[in-house]
């Protein structure tokens, strides 16, 4: 069994402030999907990284790949409210069957 | 670009009752997943298809069964329901490479 192990599992800050969620695999992944779903709706992706020690950003997102691709952060710079949501990262095994396997989520809240 | 739609929005069943959810990839997509998304379990996957093809199936008993359509839509069908089927069921579809998996908003189940 491929197992994500996501933490923090909740987390509530104030606007303004950064946080990291970590996403940790004793599992390698071709590649690692990172979501975030509020109440009521489907996960939307936010980013696919794919390349050990990738770093993508997305606006004041930045997600990296760790370098032996068993783990990945999400890092938010300046939280604000409109980021209030459930984080998932979502691995990718080839040979697994392209199914993706979720870690458990990161419930965050920015208070204003 | 219309999204992966999911229908219905909410269901509401008997224990013993059947049900059939349906999903619409979207467009130029070919694979279609089926995942569950239960209270206090995360996301759990379910089944994949591909070209019309079931490719993969999770842990799941052979009472959750499906299929995939010319037009790659997708039909999700659960048997003799039970309590413990009371879940979020979310597609979600991708090209035939399985990364970037887009999520619709899924289908409520709630089984009396």
Redesign the interface.
């Known amino acids: 069994t491929q197992l994500l192990e996501q933490s923090p599992q909740f987390l509530s800050i104030q606007e303004g402030e950064n946080l990291t969620v970590y996403c940790n695999s004793s599992s390698v992944f071709s590649s690692l999907q990172w979501y975030r779903q509020e109440p009521g709706e489907g996960p939307v992706l936010l980013v696919t990284v794919v390349t050990g020690g990738e770093v993508k950003k997305l606006k004041r997102l930045t997600f990296q790949f760790g370098d032996a691709r068993k783990d990945s952060s999400l890092h938010i710079t300046a939280a604000q409210p409109g980021d209030t949501g459930l984080y998932l990262c979502a691995g990718q095994h080839n040979n697994a069957g392209n199914m993706l396997t979720f870690g458990g989520g990161t419930r965050l809240m920015v208070k204003p | 670009e219309a999204g992966?739609t999911q229908s219905p929005t909410h269901l509401i069943k008997t224990r013993g009752q059947q049900v059939t959810l349906r999903c619409s990839p979207i467009s130029g997509h070919t694979?279609v997943?089926w995942?569950q998304q239960a209270l206090g379990l995360?996301?759990?996957?379910l089944l994949?298809y591909?070209e019309g093809e079931e490719?993969?199936r999770?842990n799941f008993p052979p009472r959750f069964s499906g299929r995939q359509f010319p037009n790659y839509s997708s039909e999700l069908n659960v048997n003799a329901l039970e309590l413990e089927d009371s879940a979020l069921y979310?597609c979600?579809s991708?090209l035939g490479?399985?990364?970037?998996?887009?999520?619709?908003?899924?289908t409520r189940l709630s089984i009396l």
């Open positions: 992966v694979s997943y995942y995360g996301l759990q996957f994949w591909d490719r993969n999770g979310l979600a991708s490479g399985g990364r970037n998996q887009h999520f619709g908003d899924g």
